[in-house]
Structures are given as C-alpha cells and as structure tokens.
C-alpha cells in the first residue's frame, strides 16, 4: 500500500536551513507528484511546492521563492523540502503529500505523510 | 492567486444535524474544488474532489456541490467522527490555494 513516511522533528534557530524528507513506498516515487504544505500554529493550510512527476521540474508558491528547493532521490525513493532563512514564521508542521493523474490532478492529495514539526526558535 | 473563502469560520453542531460549508472563489475555477477534513495531530484527509466525487471509504452523508465560483459541502447527519475542521482547495492553478478552514464542533 502506498505510504509516506516522513523524517523526524526539527528544531531550528533563525536563519538556519533544515531539510526535512519524505520517502514513499508502495509505488513508484516519480509516477506520481509531490507537493509539500504545511501549518503554523493556528493558522490554516498552505501549499508551498511541488516536483512533478512526468519531468521532475518544480513550481514553488511566491512566498518561498528563492528560500525552498524540493528534490529528489530516486535511489531512496525520497523527496527532500530544503528551506533556508528560517524565521520563527517557519514554526510549522510540514507535510509531504502525493498528487494525482494526469496533470490535473496534482494538487489532489489522497495520500499524506504524517507531518513533521519544525520549530524555529533562538 | 486565487483566494478561497470559506465561511461560516467555525460551526457549532449536534450529533444527526445537517450542516453546510460554504466556499467561495475569487475567480471561476470550473469544479476543480477538493474538501478536505482535518483533525488535530493528523494528516489532512481528501473527503471530495471534483467539487462534487466522493472518495473511496468516505460515508455517503458527505456529499459536495458547485461549480464557477460558489462551492459547498454537506454532511447530512452528523456523526462523532464528523468534527473536525474542513478546508476547501482549488486546483485550477498554481499555486494551490486553500480557504482558511471551518472548525465544527460539538454543540
């Protein structure tokens, strides 16, 4: 069955980097997109990015441009959500999360890691 | 970007209530519309996408309407499991944008 696992929490001091990851089995990692979203304290959900999966490229929503990468290794069947230039705003739960066929789909999320708290603070 | 908005924010309901969650797009965005239900230290959960497709397992008192702009989801007799929070989500382009939730609780 497919199943996102998704790496331990972190704890961060402002303007660091973390890395936080995602690894799939039970399909084929690049058949299908990942998108990562996540949660602040309080506040709603939000889409960050995602890696398709026809042709590994990436969209990343504006308010991380320039501060996100997300990758891929396929030799672990694992996506990676690099943010640099934490800010306690980082505080968050992070999710990784499986979009759908065909292209229309890839923001339709059935399957979902378990989410991973980053918490920035000095 | 294209803003959701849901409303009411939050809902206070019984056990075998109706309810209704609106939600409502800046601009049209055809039936690319998912519901999702979230509930406090877990993943979020796809209860409807396609405005209106339920997803394999979810109970038939869920159901979801609407297209263009304007978007709903009802749940017809509301059972424990039904708290939760409810987001709504468009996929009509990026960047996905979600409504800010309604948080249904216990009356």
């Known amino acids: 069955q497919v199943q996102l696992v998704q790496s331990g929490g972190e704890v961060k001091k402002p303007g660091a980097s973390v890395r936080v990851s995602c690894r799939a089995s039970?399909?084929?990692?690049?058949?299908?997109?990942i998108s990562w979203v996540r949660q602040a304290p309080g506040q709603g959900l939000e889409w960050m990015g995602f890696?398709?999966?026809?042709?590994?490229?990436?969209d990343y929503a504006q308010n991380f441009q320039g501060r996100v990468t997300i990758t891929t290794d396929t030799s672990t069947s694992t996506v990676h959500l690099d943010l640099r230039s934490l800010t306690s705003d980082d505080t968050a739960v992070y999710y990784c999360?499986?979009?759908?066929?065909?292209?229309?789909?890839?923001?339709?999320?059935?399957?979902w890691g378990q989410g991973t708290l980053v918490t920035v603070s000095s | 970007d294209i803003q959701m908005t849901q409303s009411p924010s939050s809902l206070s309901a019984s056990l075998g209530d109706r309810v209704t969650i609106t939600c409502r797009a800046s601009?049209?965005?055809?039936?690319?519309l998912n519901w999702y239900q979230h509930k406090p230290g877990k993943a979020p959960h796809l209860v409807i996408d396609?405005?209106?497709t339920l997803q394999s397992g979810v109970p038939s008192r869920f159901s979801g309407s609407g297209s263009g702009t304007e978007f709903s989801l009802t749940i017809s007799s509301l059972q424990p499991e039904d708290f939760a929070t409810y987001y709504c989500?468009?996929?009509?382009?990026?960047?996905?944008?979600f409504g800010q939730g309604t948080k249904l609780e216990i009356k």
């Open positions: 999360a499986r979009g759908g066929i065909p292209p229309r789909y890839s923001g339709t999320w059935q399957f």
């Open positions: 039970g399909y084929t990692l690049i058949h299908y997109p």
């Open positions: 890696i398709r999966d026809y042709n590994g490229n990436t």
């Open positions: 601009q049209t965005i055809s039936n690319y």
């Open positions: 396609t405005a209106s």
């Open positions: 989500q468009q996929t009509y382009t990026i960047p996905y944008t």
